[in-house]
């Protein structure tokens, strides 16, 4: 115990529903972890980041048996595209967690026995499709005119063994953990949402369906007639992959210092999570990072209107910092933001190419020629990062790129100002003032790129190995210009040296 000691940080995700490949919104998840992870890496930290997938319930069962597949065998098939996914995004994850797993179906059952004193059996009451094998709310039933849409058939009244959770008997103190900050929940207008969500009291919720309405799922321990309902397992991921309850890794990490959520599943988390834990005796995680939707042109993403982008392919056509450059910068880490082809490639040409790829090229180039390559001694450029890390702690990420990022239109700014290419006329004389100027370039540009690690590392990677030797190591051009859905401005300026033989087809009026 010799080493010094280090501090701890967890950080969590969502775990997806594995009944569709992974899309935006896991992206999502994924990045804002993942810069997380690395920020506290950083620092020292000793990080431990979390993925996984959630994999039992009546959909995946009717997926598998769509497919002509096992449960088990389905989900084994779709698995490995989330997998895909973390590499494609260079997510620097710790461990994944499946809640098919023997340690996660283990951690549930403990966790079930231990809540027994707030399990009880009841019956439950409600319109029922027979085809879905599940219960419709009555706003549902009402909204499909009583018939369910995907099986044509009317829905029926059905009552159902359940046991259920009391919930109610945990409102006063996951509210106090909420109001006093105990959980932190970022941004502040999402507490404001889920405390006006329980203010009249937390309702006690079903927690199990009969083995003979719902198969595949976690027996619910003492009683083979019933499993566990699938959300209320999923939750338990958490601990589970850590090796709750009896685990070094579980006693060093738990609580979670960050859960990365999205904003429809606030009450699960808010809410529901944080009373299993008081009802098990474990302490609350420290803050939840909620974070909104990526709409697309204004509007939802939806497989029916066919505006689904797909993060596999954005970063396949434009490289992977590209796509965590967006997603992280350009969409608000706490609220909703908006994407389109225009917006991204616009901000991949402008920004990454011109401001980054083209001042990293310059630096590089005028060390070459005027100092033979010799970076000389890197001038620490030290910049105001204060900013910068109040934004990491605020869980502001967005922001925190943004502070990075004026750092480079700074260095811009004063290379415009100093314009090295004039000093360097100037010859021996000026050789003294040319390199102080070449060595303050390169020393910022090292520093940039540590604060950028965290967003784009594999950038970040490239800039410092290029200025840190005896020796500039020129790198491949960072973002080479690309033009799919915006005009190129070179081939947009008019060329009049020979006049087209044909006129221009005038455009046909429909109007
Ligand atoms: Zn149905």
């Known amino acids: 115990m010799d080493e010094q000691k280090k501090t701890n940080f967890y950080v969590a995700t969502a775990i997806p529903y594995v009944n569709a490949k992974p899309h935006i919104g896991n992206a999502m998840d994924y990045m804002l972890a993942d810069t997380l992870a690395r920020y506290h890496r950083s620092l020292g930290d000793n990080v431990y980041f979390q993925v996984g997938s959630d994999e039992h319930g009546n959909k995946i069962a009717a997926r598998a048996a769509e497919a002509g597949k096992t449960p088990q065998e389905y989900t084994d098939s779709m698995v490995p595209a989330f997998h895909e996914m973390l590499t494609a995004l260079n997510i620097s994850y710790t461990d994944f967690v499946r809640t098919t797993e023997q340690r ?88 404001k949402e889920i405390l006006n969500l329980i203010k009249d009291g937390l309702d006690d919720i079903s927690i199990s369906r009969p083995r003979k309405n719902l198969s595949w799922g976690i027996p619910v321990p003492g009683d083979d007639g019933h499993v566990m309902y699938v959300w209320f397992e ?13 685990s070094d890794l579980y006693r060093q990490f738990w609580p979670a210092d960050v859960q990365v959520v999205g904003k429809d599943i606030l009450r699960f988390h808010a809410a529901i999570w944080p009373a299993m834990l008081i009802g098990i005796g474990a302490p609350l995680p420290r803050k939840l990072l909620v974070h909104g939707f990526v709409n697309v042109a204004g509007a939802k993403m939806s497989k029916t209107v066919g505006n689904v982008v797909d993060p596999i392919e954005i970063a396949t056509q434009y490289g992977v910092d590209a796509f965590r450059y967006f997603f992280l910068r350009h969409i608000p880490t706490l609220d909703d ?36 390559g010799l970076v000389g001694v890197l001038d620490p450029a030290v910049h105001d990062t204060m900013a910068y890390h109040a934004a990491m702690v605020e869980l502001r990420l967005n922001d925190a790129f943004g502070e990075a990022w004026s750092m480079v239109r700074q260095l811009n700014v004063y290379l415009e100002e100093v314009k090295p290419w004039q000093v360097a006329k100037g010859g021996e004389a000026e050789a003294g003032h040319l390199s102080e100027i070449l060595s303050y370039a390169a020393g910022s540009l090292v520093h940039i790129a540590e604060l950028l690690a965290p967003f784009m590392p594999a950038t970040a990677e490239s800039i410092k190995t290029s200025f840190s030797a005896d020796i500039v190591q020129p790198t491949a051009a960072l973002f080479p210009k690309i033009f799919n859905h915006t005009q190129d401005p070179r081939a947009a300026k008019p ?9 221009p087809t005038p455009p046909i009026n429909n109007g």
């Open 104 to 191: 996660h179906e283990a951690a549930a059952q403990t966790i079930w026995r231990q809540l027994e004193p707030y399990i009880y059996k009841g019956t439950y009451q409600g319109w029922y499709c027979v085809g879905c094998e599940s219960f419709v709310t009555n706003k549902q039933a009402t909204a499909n005119n009583g018939v369910c849409p995907d099986h044509n058939q009317p829905y029926v009244q059905l009552s159902e063994e359940n046991y259920y959770f009391k919930l109610s008997a945990f409102t006063e103190q996951v509210k106090l953990a909420l109001e006093s900050n105990m959980i932190k929940i970022e941004p502040e207008f999402r507490k």
């Open 234 to 246: 999923a939750l338990i991921n958490y601990v589970s992959i850590l090796g709750y309850p009896d």
């Open 337 to 372: 933001g908006d994407f389109t082809w225009e917006k991204f490639e616009t901000a991949y040409n402008n920004e990454l190419g011109n401001e980054l790829g083209n001042l990293v090229q310059r630096v590089s180039s005028m060390i070459i020629r005027y100092q033979n």
């Open 495 to 503: 060329v009049a040296v020979t006049a087209p033989a044909v006129p």
